[in-house]
């Protein structure tokens, strides 16, 4: 069965500080992966994905199969960093092809 | 561009209540689905469609009927509110399944 794990509710970092976010997944095939992001009141959007192997705003992240996780990764936090993220995955498994979330992490960058 | 537009923005019911959230796309996408948010659960799926009629459930699906009679618009009912049913609701879409999704500005629903 397809899943995604965040195992981090909050986190909470200094202004300069290295962030990471982890995301650890279970998915039988090659899943695409995802990070969003949620900024006060505004709508989700896309953060970046896996295939594009690119940064945005800074942010990282490496797909690890082997150790099935999908890390976010930002060397240097921003307080404009602070928002919600969520790592999604999708995939195809019972009851066909979609894409799943998990929980989700609030991200605090203090001054 | 509209992008993803959800309606109504607000919605209070009262328990047994039944209610149509609209969600329509102007991005001739083919995948679209509804997800409900709610603290500590993150994004749930309730239920997606690859195309102008084909649907099917997602990870929470009981309570909720969907339909996708065009490319355009996929509208969530609420068969019979309960209290359990109180959350934020979002209607993403994506030209294609597993492509990037472009999210709704969503629906915070009460059920008294």
């Known amino acids: 069965a397809q899943r995604v794990t965040q195992p981090e509710k909050l986190l909470s970092v200094f202004k300069g500080a290295p962030v990471e976010l982890k995301c650890n997944y279970s998915?039988?095939?090659?899943?695409?992966l995802f990070w969003y992001v949620q900024y006060s009141r505004q709508r989700l959007q896309l953060l970046l994905r896996?295939?594009s192997r690119e940064s945005i705003k800074g942010f990282t992240a490496d797909l690890n199969k082997g150790e099935t996780s999908f890390h976010l990764k930002k060397p240097f936090a921003q307080e404009e960093d602070s928002a919600m993220y969520y790592c999604a995955l999708s995939g195809s498994g019972t009851g066909g092809f979609k894409t799943i979330f998990g929980a989700g992490t609030r991200l605090f960058v203090k001054a | 561009n509209a992008g993803v537009t959800q309606t109504p923005k607000f919605q209070v019911l009262k328990t047994g209540q039944s209610m149509t959230l609209q969600c329509a796309q102007d991005?001739?996408?083919?995948?679209m689905s509804w997800y409900r948010q709610d603290p500590g659960m993150g994004l749930r799926l309730i239920h997606y469609s690859v195309g102008a009629g084909i649907t099917d459930q997602g990870e929470v699906p009981n309570g909720y009927n969907v339909s996708r009679s065009t490319t355009e618009d996929f509208p969530l009912r609420l068969l019979s509110a309960a209290p359990s049913q109180t959350s934020v609701y979002f209607c993403?879409?994506?030209?294609?399944?597993?492509?990037?999704?472009?999210f709704g500005s969503g629906t915070q629903l009460s059920v008294l």
């Open positions: 998915y039988s095939g090659s899943p695409e």
């Open positions: 896996h295939i």
């Open positions: 993403a879409s994506s030209r294609q399944i597993n492509e990037k999704l472009f």
């Open positions: 991005m001739n996408h083919e995948y």
